[in-house]
């Protein structure tokens, strides 16, 4: 073990003992060379290095050493930075406290805390006034770089953070972690913090770099806005429209594999929200095709045309987070066939969301996506065709459910 990590892992140990100040921590972390050298101490030792007295005080080196050894554990697995008092990035004026923590943990821009900050902080139980005073105050100084400092309470703390209005990008299956940060951070708290995220079926890896989950798990999350655009432009569409809102948390689904752009106008507006569109009237067999998967979709509806002579319905659902109930309903009159195709998993997903609401109707349901599983590795093509994710499969579906 090195010199920097036999410190590293002693500041480590000293951030855990509660009965020793800044002042004595320093002391301990400049005459000692390692966690080891802790552990071997007794409080009469300790003591004597620092220059006082311990009456109440309970020892322990190597249990201390033992927590240590745990907190080092959750660092690296939650990708947690330790800034130590002293160092660039802790916060000047915290330094100034009388007993300024010997060592912070971080997630996330650790520079933000040595810029300009400005804390908002106050009840639970706020006003309609205050909440707006707290969100306006948080938006303005977050807008002009200044850093939005709260707590984690519900209350005007939530709306300082919805202020601040958080933007976040990463692979889904990275995402999928941060679920209670999700639920209790962002959707309990109506935080329209904006996240994007990329996972898809197409591009499937190894079983540990998954995001087939994201619209099971994210789209369930009350007060949760899920977006699923199907080109580059409605990409853009949904994130100008997603910073400019302010009632929710919202997760856009980067589209994957090749660019694909609009042929025309796209949808700037998502206020309304699980509003689907109908971009191709037909009739007895209707196909939603969500996001990426739209283009599956379109050739779904060529290959009904071609091979059983059916004018499908197509519709674009753009919301992966709730159901259309009246575009279901009038569906429902002169569809006998339903069919549904995401990019995720099928347990738990839209598409069986729409089965259930559909469920005492006359329709018949088709879910595609692929069956929950660890994928390893898998050949693409092959999942799609077993997934029956391809047009022709589709069709040969329908046509046996509608008995032709």
């Not at 745990?70 to 690296?76: N, P, V, W």
């Not at 202020?163 to 209670?180: C, E, K, M, N």
């Not at 059983?308 to 992966?320: D, R, S």
């Amino acid at each position: 073990m090195g010199v920097e990590r036999e410190k590293y892992f002693l500041s480590l140990c000293l951030a855990g003992v509660s009965f020793l100040t800044l002042r004595e921590k320093n002391i301990l972390l400049k005459k000692l060379d390692s966690a080891a050298a802790l552990a071997l101490l007794s409080i009469d030792d300790i003591a004597t290095l620092v220059g006082r007295t311990f009456r109440a005080a309970v020892w322990n080196g190597p249990s201390y050493v033992r927590e240590a050894e745990k907190a080092e554990r959750i660092i690296k697995a939650f990708g947690i930075e330790t800034i130590l008092n002293g160092e660039a990035l802790y916060p000047a004026l915290l330094s100034e406290a009388e007993n300024a923590p010997f060592m912070l943990f971080c997630r996330g821009n650790a520079s933000c805390l040595s810029g300009e900050t400005v804390s908002v902080v106050g009840t639970r139980r706020m006003t309609r006034e205050g909440k707006e005073a707290a969100f306006s105050f948080a938006r303005d100084a977050a807008r002009a770089g200044v850093t939005v400092v709260s707590g984690l309470a519900y209350g005007i703390d939530g709306a300082a953070h919805a202020g601040a209005h958080v933007v976040w990008g990463s692979s889904a299956t990275f995402i999928q972690r941060t679920y209670d940060q999700l639920t209790q951070d962002l959707a309990l708290n109506q935080n329209p913090a904006v996240i994007v995220g990329s996972g898809s079926i197409r591009g499937l890896m190894a079983a540990t770099h998954q995001g087939l989950s994201s619209i099971s798990m994210i789209a369930n999350i009350p007060n949760m806005v899920y977006l699923a655009p199907s080109n580059a432009e409605e990409y853009i569409a949904m994130l100008d429209w997603a910073l400019e809102q302010d009632k929710h948390p919202v997760y856009i689904a980067i589209p994957s594999g090749p660019v694909v752009h609009a042929e025309g106008p796209v949808r700037t507006n998502f206020d309304e929200l699980n509003t689907y569109e109908v971009t191709r009237q037909g009739s007895k067999v209707a196909v939603l095709a969500l996001g990426d998967f739209y283009d599956l979709g379109e050739k779904t509806v060529e290959a009904l045309s071609s091979t059983l002579g059916i004018e499908a319905t197509l519709v674009k659902p753009y919301f992966a987070s709730g159901v259309d109930q009246n575009l279901l309903d009038n569906l429902v009159k002169d569809h006998d066939v339903i069919v549904t195709i995401e990019d995720g998993i099928i347990e738990g997903g839209w598409g069986q969301n729409i089965a259930s609401y559909l469920g005492t109707s006359p329709a018949r349901v088709l879910n595609y996506g692929v069956k929950k599983a660890f994928y390893d590795r898998v050949n693409i093509a092959d999942l799609m065709r077993e997934s029956h994710l391809e047009p022709e499969l589709i069709a040969a579906d329908v046509k046996q459910v509608l008995g032709l």
